[in-house]
C-alpha cells in the first residue's frame, strides 16, 4: 500500500484591514490551501508607527502623553480588529493552522523582514490596483516586497465590482 506524502507548507499572509488584503486571504484559502497539506497560514499585520513629533515651524513639538497613549491605543484596537477580522475568515473556511503577528513599523520593512525570518514557501499580498501616477506618489507595497523577498510571492487583486466603474 503507498503511503500519501502529506506536504507542509507556511503560507505568509500580509493583512491591513482593507477589502484587498481580506480578498487576497479568502483567496488564498480557495486556491491554496488543500486538503491534502498541513500548511501553516501565518497571518502578519504591520502596525505603523505614529511619530511623536510633528514638525510645524521647524522646530517640532511632543505630543503630551495622553495623546500618545490615545493612538497606542487605537494602533492596538486596530491590530486586534484586523486580526480578529483574518482569524474569523480562516476559521469559516474550515480547518487551517492559523498563526497571528503583529509587527510595528512600515509595511514595507515589516513583511520584508517576516518573509526573511520565516522563510515561507509563499508570500500572500493583497493589491490595491494603483494606477501609475499614485503608485508613483504612495508607492506600492506589493512591488516592493516582489523585489525584496526570497520567497515567491502571489499579488492576488480583487476584481472591479460592476457599480465601481
Known amino acids: 500500500m503507498a503511503e500519501t506524502v502529506v506536504k507542509e507548507r507556511k ?7 482593507g477589502e484587498e488584503s481580506m480578498y487576497a486571504l479568502s483567496w488564498c484559502l ?24 510633528s514638525s510645524l515651524d521647524g522646530t517640532g513639538y ?11 491605543r487605537c494602533n492596538n ?11 474569523k475568515i480562516c476559521q469559516d ?12 513599523g512600515d509595511a ?22 494603483y494606477g501609475l501616477i499614485k503608485r508613483a506618489f504612495l508607492g506600492s507595497v506589493s512591488h516592493h516586497c516582489a523585489q ?3 520567497c515567491p510571492v502571489l499579488v492576488v487583486k480583487r476584481p472591479k465590482s460592476s457599480g465601481n466603474n
Open 11 to 17: 503560507i505568509l499572509v500580509a493583512v491591513d484591514g
Open 30 to 53: 480557495s486556491n491554496l490551501v488543500s486538503d491534502n497539506s498541513r500548511d501553516t497560514l501565518v497571518l502578519l499585520y504591520a502596525k505603523p508607527l505614529r511619530s511623536a513629533y
Open 62 to 72: 511632543l505630543f503630551s502623553s495622553d495623546v500618545v497613549a490615545t493612538m497606542e
Open 77 to 87: 484596537e486596530m491590530a486586534d480588529c484586523v486580526m480578529a477580522k483574518a482569524t
Open 93 to 104: 473556511f474550515g480547518e487551517v493552522e492559523v498563526e497571528t503577528r503583529v509587527e510595528n
Open 108 to 129: 514595507r520593512d515589516v513583511i520584508c523582514r517576516v518573509a526573511q525570518e520565516l522563510v515561507p514557501d509563499v508570500l500572500v499580498m493583497g493589491s490595491h490596483g
Open 148 to 150: 525584496n523577498v526570497k
